[in-house]
């Protein structure tokens, strides 16, 4: 019996570990663009009016990667806030498809005011922040979405991936109220995607910035300067490129555009400022044809409290998640379910660097947007942030603990021996 069990052994140490599978990538889009007449979201002075045109279309964008055992695709939509519902009914009609069934979803909302409104089904709140519902409208948001993931699957082919990080100066400022003088992230994250010969596939870039350089006046529906700023990228990267913007930890964070012009030049202005930190970002990383994709995911419910202004607002549970995804061992993306106070970013940074990251990214508003997620000194101050934060005091800090486990769940091989039961028992905490 030992003599075949060392036999067996052997046999397995002799044999050449399989050969990976070689990436894939594809990108793809839908348009999220109601007709003119419907209201859009995120500015209650408008009163719910319908918006008199389109000055540039609001997009849906896919990037998939696929590193031979998993897929994720990573959709941008131009809009306030996907909220959970709109992203499960994404899930559904991806998961429907036998090809995409067990892709992995993630759905970014870029935050725009100038988006698409008439989503939300809540008598009083939902009509002030989007206008009055409209189920026809909510259904051309959840097909576009997934249009755009189907388009990507449709385009699978295989690819070399980086991912990069740089800075963009000067694009953004802090608009909390509490604490003062607190200095924003200015941090760029690229995944650059090329084709087998190198030539550009896909860009998804991160940058954390409220998209609001255009202001309650504006009647017209647009991506802000996410729009211009996806536009110039591609022209500056060329190629026949596809780009993908996901906002970051934008909760207390505004943009800041250059130029004293009317506010669409503004927006162009501060698209090209960015695309042109993207480009340079894109230059300097190299892309690999290896790929790894690891994944750890936390569903909860969400017990609505009463706001930090005191707004009670009942709206019942809602399940709501967090995610981390990491790519090749290194480098961390955090999807957050609200607007996260660039706060926390600085913590979960400095935490995911001590872990042995090279960064940790956060992936704003994504698969859920139930508001601002807030520290507590800011709760109590009631800063303009709480006025919207539905958690509940510490519920900021509940979920940067929730994001430190699946952190620690991912680490890096051999940065930090830790009890894998332990982190197991964090992760099975739901956050109330």
């Known amino acids: 019996m030992r003599i075949r069990t060392l036999i067996l052994l052997l046999t397995l140490l002799l044999v050449p570990p399989a050969p990976r599978a070689q990436i894939r990538a594809g990108v793809g889009e839908g348009n999220i663009t109601p007709p003119a007449g419907t209201p859009s979201a995120g500015y209650g002075n408008r009163l719910g009016r319908g918006m008199t045109g389109v000055h540039d279309p609001l997009l849906a964008r896919a990037l998939v990667l696929d590193d031979g055992t998993k897929t994720i695709a990573l959709i941008g939509v131009d809009h306030l806030g996907y909220n959970s519902a709109m992203v499960q009914a994404v899930k559904k009609a991806v998961h429907e498809n036998p090809a995409t069934a067990r892709w992995e979803v993630y759905l970014g909302s870029s935050h725009t005011h100038a988006g698409g409104g008439a989503y939300l089904n809540l008598p009083g709140l939902g009509e002030l922040l989007a206008g009055k519902f409209d189920p026809a409208i909510l259904q051309l948001y959840i097909e576009g979405a997934a249009k755009a993931v189907f388009a990507a699957a449709a385009r699978l082919e295989p690819a070399r991936v980086g991912v990069g990080y740089g800075t963009a100066e000067s694009l953004n400022r802090y608009r909390g109220d509490w604490p003062p003088n607190v200095k924003t992230l200015d941090d760029v994250a690229v995944i650059k995607v090329t084709r087998a010969d190198g030539s550009p596939l896909g860009v998804l870039f991160n940058f954390a910035a409220h998209a609001t350089v255009l202001g309650g006046s504006n009647m017209e529906f647009s991506a802000d300067f996410v729009g211009y ?3 110039h990228t591609e022209t500056l990267i060329g190629g ?26 503004k927006c162009e202005a501060m698209g090209k400022a960015l695309a042109d930190a993207v480009k340079r970002t894109w230059d300097a990383t190299e892309v690999s044809s290896q790929l790894r994709i690891n994944s750890a995911h936390h569903t909860y419910e969400l017990e609505p409290k009463t706001t930090g202004t005191g707004q009670d607002i009942r709206i019942g549970s809602q399940s709501t998640e967090v995610n981390a995804i990491v790519l090749n061992d290194r480098h961390a993306f955090v999807t957050i379910p609200g607007e996260l106070s660039c706060i926390y970013d600085a913590d979960i940074k400095r935490f995911g660097g001590w872990l042995g990251f090279t960064q940790v990214s956060i992936l704003g508003l994504t698969n859920d947007a139930h508001g601002y997620i807030i520290t507590p000194e800011s709760w109590r101050h009631q800063t303009y942030e709480s006025s919207l934060s539905f958690g509940g005091e510490f519920y900021g800090e509940r979920l940067k603990d929730l994001v430190y486990a699946l952190l620690h769940a991912l680490e890096p091989a051999g940065a930090y021996n830790k009890d894998k039961a332990r982190r197991s028992s964090v992760l099975s905490v ?3």
């Open 430 to 432: 739901p956050v109330r």
């Open 240 to 265: 026949g490129v596809s780009s993908v913007y996901f906002n970051g930890a934008q909760g207390d964070v505004a943009p800041r555009a250059p130029g004293s012009a009317d506010a669409f030049q």
């Open 229 to 231: 700023a996806r536009k």
